[in-house]
């Protein structure tokens, strides 16, 4: 059973077009992580977020962490062929980040 | 720069034998940790470590065992390959609750 759960599972846009992937749970995060994953190589940390509310920007990825700490999502703005690849959210709890199953983003040029 | 390095990037065995995936860390990390990953399964917490000789089962460790000898390795084994156990492996470490680092994959295939 996941924890969290993602979606788009899958999403194809053309370049320059925006995105929205969510990921959502039914408790509460401490906090929660963002990474993307590119064919052939492991996930890498895009983002952490921590406080209810929340709004990280980098460059055209912006993050959202939900009032209640339950959910998150991640926006990108005019997409480009690089941002193709898995995303995948992640809750921590000590020791352990349990993952959702991922939003696989194809952007076409 | 962090490092990750994984023994292999891919691997076919047979079922029924026994396969080691090695994984080496240049940070002096606390922490590792050995996931699979599957197709609409996302990343699944086989065992991980939290420093030297200790270790601990995560969601799937059935079929799976683990030694971490030294700090910077960490080795995940199959004791008795199955079908079953196709899927990507992946390895990763981190400072005590901080960022985690992964490393590329191990592809293997179980025939």
């Known amino acids: 059973t996941q924890l969290l759960e993602q979606s788009p599972q899958f999403l194809s846009i053309q370049e320059g077009e925006n995105l929205t992937v969510y990921c959502n749970s039914s408790s509460v995060f401490s906090s929660l992580q963002w990474y993307r994953q590119e064919p052939g190589e492991g996930p890498v940390l895009l983002v952490t977020?921590?406080?209810?509310?929340e709004v990280k920007k980098l460059k055209r990825l912006t993050f959202q962490f939900g009032d209640a700490r339950k959910d998150s999502s991640l926006h990108i703005t005019a997409a480009q062929p690089g941002d193709t690849g898995l995303y995948l959210c992640?809750?921590?709890?000590?020791?352990?980040?349990?993952f959702g199953a991922g939003t696989t983003v194809t952007v076409r040029a | 720069d962090v490092k990750v390095t994984q023994s292999s990037r891919y691997l076919v065995k047979r079922t029924g034998e026994k396969v080691f995936l090695e994984c080496v860390q240049d940070?002096?990390?606390?922490?590792m940790f050995w996931y699979r990953q599957d197709p609409g399964l996302g990343l699944r917490l086989i065992y991980f470590s939290y420093d030297v000789k200790m270790k601990e089962k995560g969601d799937i460790p059935e079929g799976y065992s683990v030694s971490r000898e030294k700090k910077e390795r960490f080795s995940l084994i199959l004791e008795s390959a199955s079908t079953n156990q196709t899927s990507m492996y992946l390895c990763?470490?981190?400072?005590?609750?901080?960022?985690?680092?992964f490393g590329p994959g191990t592809r293997l295939t179980v025939t």
């Open positions: 940070m002096d990390h606390e922490n």
């Open positions: 992640a809750r921590s709890n000590d020791y352990k980040l349990s």
């Open positions: 990763a470490s981190r400072r005590w609750r901080n960022e985690q680092y």
């Open positions: 977020v921590v406080t209810g509310g």
